[in-house]
């Protein structure tokens, strides 16, 4: 995030922080773009503490080893070039990649026949739940002649950018939300209406991931009261808390 210059900081033009490889344990990065007493604009660096917290007695940071995830997808990648180049896939790839290769964007899919639109699309970054890469739901969509597609990974929006430039490239309408867990369990789905509503779920992220232990985030109630602006929520269907409730026969709460 930046931060603008206040009353009196006349040199200081912007602050911001950087998380790098924090999954990692690399330290946040903090710079300040300021301009010198010769007016020449700098930057300057040092490191930062975290900004997240680990719960008082908890358990130790989890040691994380994220280099299978790059060799599933560099393998997927691998996969479909070896496959093309043999022949292998329909002719509706080729005849795709021979537009795209023109200019020709976005490549309108097969007219929809269907109105259905999956609204709780999970990616491989559901770590444990998809493994899908975010831009390949796009394709999925394309082939079942869906009109638009939702992709709701779990506390993140990591895939949201291949998945929202792949959709415009093959003339899909991307919905982009997020699965927020509860305190009651279970998640809600949130899906942005507007570019604001994306800003609200960012906000919203954000403050479950820092304000909960590491690895725990938490979409309390008063965090998605504060930013529930241009949201759409959905129940979260079978793993939802109206679906435990009545699972439940609890239907006064449900």
């Known amino acids: 995030m930046s931060q603008t210059a206040g009353p009196g900081d006349n040199q200081t033009q912007a602050v911001w922080r950087e998380a790098r490889e924090w999954w990692n344990g690399e330290p946040y990065r903090q710079f300040r773009r300021y301009t010198d007493e010769n007016g020449l604009r700098q930057v300057e660096e040092k490191l930062a503490p975290t900004l997240g917290k680990l719960s008082e007695g908890g358990p130790a940071p ?16 691998r996969d479909e070039k070896v496959a093309a180049a043999c022949g292998a896939l329909p002719i509706q790839y080729y005849e795709r990649e021979a537009q795209e290769r023109k200019g020709v964007f976005p490549v309108a899919p097969p007219p929809a026949k269907k109105g259905y639109v999956p609204l709780h699309c999970l990616s491989g970054y559901a770590y444990g739940r998809s493994l899908m890469l975010a831009e390949e739901l796009a394709n999925i969509v394309v082939a079942y002649e869906f009109p638009a597609a939702a992709l709701v990974d779990p506390m993140s929006l990591t895939g949201s950018v291949e998945f929202v430039r792949t959709c415009k490239l093959k003339g ?3 919905l982009v939300g997020t699965s927020i867990e509860v305190p009651e369990g279970g998640e809600i789905v949130l899906i942005a209406k507007t570019k604001r509503g994306y800003v609200s779920l960012s906000r919203l992220i954000t403050a479950s991931h820092l304000g909960e232990p590491r690895m725990f985030p938490m979409g309390s109630w008063e965090r998605l009261a504060e930013h529930s602006e241009d949201l759409i929520c959905l129940t979260g269907g079978d793993v939802g808390p109206l679906d435990r409730m009545l699972v439940r026969r609890d239907d006064k709460a449900a």
């Open 62 to 77: 989890v040691k994380e080893n994220n280099s299978e995830d790059w060799h599933l997808q560099h393998g997927k990648i």
């Open 172 to 174: 899909v309408k991307p």
